[in-house]
């Protein structure tokens, strides 16, 4: 099985966070099929590392793009929108499927969510973002917010 790794694009200084070098992954043989089979994509944050990563298949290939930011923890999705909270920051991503087709690798890409707003919240380390009735939700080891 082979991995190939996308270039991480930069949200925060380069000296903060490792390499993309310093990142490795393994899974089992069927994982790759099964992402495929689903047409899901698992997204994960490491905030030790500064990278919100993205894992999807084509068959059993499968295509990891790594994504630097500072800290990300919160994390909420639905069908069109992403909400990602960082070290002192509240992304909003909207899904735009214009651009997909022009994306690396080319025919695997078949939904992008680009930035739309992004709320500075302070220092606040984000660890948990959910869906509420009136918008999303917040957690932070100190306190509890809804939008």
Not at 122 to 141: C, E, K, Q, Y
Request: aromatic fraction near 10%; charge should be negative; hydrophobic fraction near 40%.
């Amino acid at each position: 099985m082979e991995e190939n790794l996308l270039p991480a694009d930069s949200h925060e200084d380069k000296e903060e966070a490792p390499s993309i070098a310093d990142f490795s992954c393994e899974s089992s043989e069927s994982f790759g099929y099964l992402l495929s089979k689903l047409g899901l994509t698992l997204m994960l944050t490491s905030y030790q590392a500064n990278r919100l990563i993205l894992i999807n298949a084509d068959d059993d290939e499968l295509y990891i793009s790594v994504k630097a930011f500072p800290r990300p923890m919160g994390l909420a999705v639905d069908q069109q929108r992403i909400v990602l909270g960082v070290h002192s920051q509240v992304f909003d991503f909207q899904r735009c499927d214009a651009v997909a087709s022009s994306l690396e690798p080319m025919g695997l890409v078949k939904h992008c969510f680009s930035p739309s707003s992004s709320h500075f919240t302070g220092m606040i380390n984000i660890h948990d973002i959910a869906w509420v009735m009136t918008g999303f939700g917040l957690s932070t080891p100190t306190f509890h917010v809804y939008a």
